[in-house]
DNA sequence: TTAGGGTTAG
């Protein structure tokens, strides 16, 4: 960009005011917001031929408040925009504000700008209302979301709604499991004339899925294709997990080969999703074949390839060939997780096999691999039911090191364990100093956040 | 120049 910009300004092309918005938006897109800032500043001497418009401004005041800088925009807008530059902010300033403020989830400063926008008789639009609506629907509120938008669309004249609107509220919905909600406004839509889009077919696609209606779903990805938009590999994904959670592997099979026939090519979470799906009906001589095709279709197992036959093999209590495939992900070259360790720390411990439970976890540390509260909880759980106290303690003093903080899990199992060995001290004092450094991290964080 | 969505292992 640099280049191009160097080879203008020697050559008979002369930059205009577009040209520096484009170079100004690029840098703040790049992240590069102080580079922006110094372009503008250099716009805005003296001796410059091209001032700064209200677009390039804009594209400013954005760039701060995409990178977090939300009070400096509220400054620049409140103090330059209008003194320095002549422009005073318009529809696009206060949307960038409000999307801001909603991000942060201060929806009330949101609503204030609403009501200065209101008192300058700067007019709202459809991004206006969609920011609102999608930053009450983020903050968990899709009622308020909805209402907002009812209360607005016979007011703000420019502002009625369209396809952005109703797959933000439906997205909202189906996430709340509001089905029949969510249902209603797909429709609400089409009768208010707008055609729902790629991206409301896949919302609606993925979250019927999600609430187990399995049928419905299919039925959408079929209004889908007769609107004349096409499945991808995501969405088959989507559909294919959906039938390995309802057991019906067969449909997710069959889903496999229609990818196929369409032109579509497995990726490797398909192939994940179908181990997943045949390690819990218990076909591992499906499972192998479909390695098989994996590799011959040219994908590459993952870590998670590796997770879910490691947690298939435990679930089905075959733990020695779990370890077999943790032992396999040397040769293969990929690195084993966290989730994978933690899988067979928890099903050892199970079995009550705590001692290789605890090889596994020094192994995690030679390996570098990290352990987490789950790691934590999945060793306790074993040592409480082999009553091994010493070492509990001793992984206890571990966490405390490591600032892992215990979780309701942990709680659960040390409260039902070690009052009845007498230990019930010891509790209190693991819980004190972990509620003590939790309440400090939680003030670093807030120190860091600012 | 500003607004919306979706996949796999514990």
Same mark, same amino acid.
């Given at each position: ?11 008979? *092309? ?11 938006? =690029?840098?703040?897109?790049? !992240? ?9 500043? !250099? ?40 003194? *320095? ?18 991000? *942060? =989830? ?8 609403? !009501? ?16 609102? *609506?999608?930053? #009450? ?11 907002? &938008? ?17 797959s933000t509220?439906v997205g909202a919905f189906l996430h709340s499991n509001?089905i029949?909600?969510a249902m209603?406004?797909f ?9 729902p889009d790629a991206i409301m077919y896949f919302t609606m696609i993925s979250g019927l899925t999600q609430a187990g209606r399995l049928?419905d779903a299919c039925s959408m990805a079929?209004s889908l /294709?007769?609107?004349?938009f096409?499945l991808d590999a995501k969405a088959y994904n989507i559909l294919i997990a959906g039938f390995?959670r309802? /057991?019906? #592997? ?5 889903? +496999?080969?229609?990818? /196929? ?6 990726? $490797?979470c398909?192939?994940?999703t #179908? ?8 076909? &591992? ?6 390695? =098989? ?55 050892? !411990? ?5 001692? #290789?439970?605890?090889?596994? &976890? ?10 987490? $509260? ?6 306790? /759980? ?10 509990? &303690? ?23 364990? +070690? ?7 010891? +509790? ?23």
């Amino acid at each position: 960009m640099a280049q191009v910009y160097a080879s203008m300004q020697t050559s008979s *092309v002369r930059p205009d005011v577009v040209t520096y918005s484009i170079i100004v938006n =690029g840098l703040c897109k790049a !992240g590069r917001v102080g580079d922006a800032l110094r372009m503008l500043d !250099g716009m805005s001497r003296q001796d410059s031929d091209i001032r700064p418009d209200v677009v390039t401004l804009n594209t400013v005041v954005d760039g701060l408040c995409k990178s977090g800088q939300v009070q400096e925009a509220v400054a620049f807008v409140e103090q330059r925009m209008r003194s *320095v530059h002549g422009c005073p902010p318009n529809t696009v300033t206060y949307n960038c504000l409000i999307d801001a403020f909603c991000r *942060v =989830g201060n929806v009330s400063m949101a609503y204030e700008l609403v !009501g200065r926008m209101e008192n300058k008789g700067v007019a709202q639009n459809i991004v206006t209302l969609n920011t609102i *609506v999608g930053g #009450l629907c983020r903050a968990g509120r899709a009622g308020a979301a909805l209402e907002f &938008f009812r209360e607005k669309r016979t007011v703000w004249t420019e502002a009625k709604g369209n396809a952005v609107t109703y797959s933000t509220l439906v997205g909202a919905f189906l996430h709340s499991n509001n089905i029949g909600m969510a249902m209603a406004l797909f429709h609400e839509m089409m009768t208010e004339g707008h055609s729902p889009d790629a991206i409301m077919y896949f919302t609606m696609i993925s979250g019927l899925t999600q609430a187990g209606r399995l049928e419905d779903a299919c039925s959408m990805a079929s209004s889908l /294709k007769k609107a004349g938009f096409k499945l991808d590999a995501k969405a088959y994904n989507i559909l294919i997990a959906g039938f390995c959670r309802k /057991k019906r #592997l067969h449909e997710a099979y069959e889903l +496999l080969q229609e990818m /196929k026939e369409v032109g579509l090519q497995p990726d $490797v979470c398909t192939y994940n999703t #179908l181990l997943s799906g045949s390690c819990k009906a218990g076909d &591992f001589t499906a499972v192998d074949e479909l390695l =098989g095709k994996m590799i011959d279709d040219g994908c590459q197992p993952s870590v998670v390839t590796f997770g879910t036959l490691v947690h298939g093999y435990c679930k089905a209590g075959k733990i020695d060939e779990a370890l077999r495939i943790l032992r396999s992900m040397d040769e293969s070259g990929i690195h084993p997780s966290t989730v994978i360790y933690n899988t067979l720390i928890d099903f050892l !411990g199970k079995s009550g096999d705590a001692d #290789l439970a605890i090889q596994l &976890f020094d192994e995690m540390k030679e390996k570098h691999v990290p352990a987490n $509260v789950t790691t934590f909880n999945a060793l306790l /759980k074993g040592l409480r039911d082999k009553n091994m106290p010493e070492k509990a &303690f001793e992984l206890m003093d571990q966490m405390r090191e490591e600032r892992c903080f215990p979780d309701y899990v942990t709680v659960d199992v040390l409260m039902e364990w +070690l009052p009845v060995i007498g230990e019930t001290e010891r +509790l209190k004092r693991f819980m004190q100093q972990s509620e003590h450094t939790a309440a400090k991290r939680g003030v670093r964080d807030r120190i860091s956040a600012q």
